[in-house]
């Protein structure tokens, strides 16, 4: 009986509990209910916003500032679209108005427009149509035929013979090597290709390296690279000709800037040991153009021994006296003369702050003003040193001896190859900052006398990251003057002083005019007794 009756408490307890956990899960569902998109009241028990509303209010005022910004955006961009437009108009006009004034070269008119991928292809259509590649073109003499350069796998043969000098030689330069290997290959490409071997069925291999027999190649300054290939057939007699064409693009800007020259100091270094007629022509020279017209620059000569010393003392002293200029530096070295020390010394003796612009110079060397401006031009601390070629003068008398006088200097100071040659073979005159000949390491002190430290120096530049501008400098020469190599010299260094004396005298027609004076008098003799009989 008890037993029933505690069944059933159990029963009603349990239900009882079960109904009251109901009623709470009712309330936690109608409490967690999310607001209506409609309503705009919370709910009473509510006592601040919920966190999806808050992630909500976050979201539109992130949009809001990113629409603003658009807005802003496009604005600007209408703005800029309207400045162009009518920059571009203004251009138009000023193009035209030039046209029809005939001051402006056909085909700028069309600077204005975007160049697409179809209007490149039209140009470099134009220059293959335009270089002499198909056909001929009629030139005005001899001397306006671009020559063909021949090449092979193994050698190059040239007009040109650049500072090698050798008629036949190995590419040196890896652009160039790089150029005809490349041509060789995109040859072989073409050839092996899926196209030609359809137009020419009866081919039974495929071409290779060892079928080329030569290439022709010469390169038209405003056009493009022509290359004319030949390769092996089938039969001793069948040949494969195939032409390649390298067009030039367009003229495109890279940079433009303004250079101020004005506090650009040029440091004149002259290694110098006896010679005084000659430095005394030198500081002539110097006065005219650093003095007078320029004014820019500081000498420092660095003299060896102790011989004729007070008469350099004297022309410098003279100098200042008539000309009031100080910035003179005479460094004495009681040792033997080493071209390469001198310099070495000079460069390290200047002790200011400002890194100083040097030039490397020869007392047997005649500048202008012209050279010193390209010196400020050319040199660049930490970029770009300066290696002038110099016109180099032939033996006065000689290129003059049929002359009852010598003209003066000025008047011989002319670009001719009768008067001279580009001493592309010299490095030593120069101009670079002192900051990079110090960090170079400067010359080879171990050198001696004459010759090579230039070499090794410029070598030190090749081997860096700095550019080395090098170009003829029709405002540099070379002042002939009598030359002895002396015996004390190694025999490499002896050969190349005896190779630059030989170089130095004449050209070769004057030379073999002289070696051939004796058949030559012979020669007039009896054409004179012809006359008269």
């Not at 060789?184 to 030609?196: D, F, I, M, S």
């Not at 040949?239 to 506090?263: A, C, D, H, Y």
């Not at 020869?362 to 390209?374: G, N, P, R, Y």
């Not at 670079?432 to 050198?447: A, E, K, L, M, V």
């Amino acid at each position: 009986m008890f037993k029933r009756w505690l069944m059933a408490l159990v029963a009603r307890v349990g239900l009882i509990v079960l109904t009251l956990c109901c009623c709470v899960l009712l309330l936690y569902l109608l409490a967690c209910k999310p607001v209506s998109h409609g309503s705009q009241q919370s709910l009473p028990w509510s006592g601040s916003a919920t966190s999806k509303e808050r992630y909500m209010a976050l979201l539109q005022e992130r949009e809001d500032s990113h629409r603003h910004y658009i807005n802003s955006l496009t604005k600007q961009i209408a703005q800029l679209k309207e400045a162009l437009q009518e920059r571009t108009q203004q251009l138009q006009e000023s193009l035209d108005k030039a046209k029809i004034k005939g001051i402006l070269p056909q085909g700028l008119e069309s600077l204005h427009k975007t160049p697409t991928q179809s209007d490149l292809k039209e140009f470099f259509r134009s220059q293959l149509n335009q270089a002499e590649v198909n056909s001929g073109v009629k030139l005005p003499s001899e001397y306006a035929l671009i020559p063909f350069d021949t090449f092979t796998l193994q050698s190059v043969y040239q007009l040109e013979t650049g500072l090698t000098r050798h008629p036949a030689e190995r590419p040196v330069r890896k652009d160039r090597r790089d150029e005809l290997i490349g041509t060789v290959e995109t040859a072989l490409h073409v050839l092996n290709g899926p196209k030609h071997h359809t137009d020419n069925i009866r081919r039974k291999h495929t071409f290779s390296p060892s079928d080329f027999i030569q290439g022709l190649t010469r390169t038209e300054r405003d056009r493009g690279s022509i290359y004319e290939l030949t390769f092996k057939g089938d039969s001793p007699q069948d040949f494969t000709q195939l032409v390649l064409f390298r067009p030039f693009g367009p003229v495109m800007k890279v940079k433009s800037e303004i250079v101020n020259t004005q506090s650009i100091i040029i440091n004149i270094i002259v290694p110098l040991s006896k010679r005084v007629d000659t430095f005394k022509q030198f500081i002539k020279n110097f006065r005219e153009v650093c003095i007078q017209q320029d004014g820019r620059v500081h000498l420092t000569v660095v003299y060896f021994g102790r011989d004729q010393i007070d008469e350099v003392k004297a022309v410098l002293d003279q100098t200042t006296r008539e000309t009031r200029f100080r910035s003179f530096t005479l460094i004495q070295l009681n040792e033997e003369f080493s071209r390469g020390r001198g310099l070495d010394v000079g460069a390290r003796a200047w002790r200011r702050s400002q890194n100083i612009l040097l030039f490397f110079c020869d007392v047997d060397i005649h500048f202008t003003a012209d050279f010193l401006t390209s010196c400020r031009l050319n040199a660049e601390p930490g970029k770009r040193v300066y290696y002038p070629v110099l016109f180099s003068q032939y033996n006065p008398s000689i290129i003059y001896r049929n002359q009852t006088l010598l003209p003066s200097l000025q008047q011989q100071l002319v670009i001719r190859k009768e008067s001279g040659f580009w001493r592309d073979f010299g490095f030593g005159m120069t101009c670079q900052y002192r900051s990079d000949f110090i960090n170079i390491g400067g010359f080879d002190r171990s050198i001696k006398g004459w010759g090579l430290e230039d070499v090794h120096l410029y070598r030190k530049y090749l081997h860096s990251k700095l550019m080395v501008i090098r170009f003829p400098t029709r405002s540099l020469f070379h002042l002939w003057h009598e030359k002895s190599c002396a015996d004390e010299l190694p025999p490499d260094k002896y050969k190349m002083c005896m190779q630059t004396k030989a170089m130095s005298e004449a050209s070769h027609s004057q030379l073999g005019e002289l070696f051939s004076k004796q058949e030559i008098q012979v020669h007039a003799q009896k054409q004179m007794k012809r006359g008269t009989s």
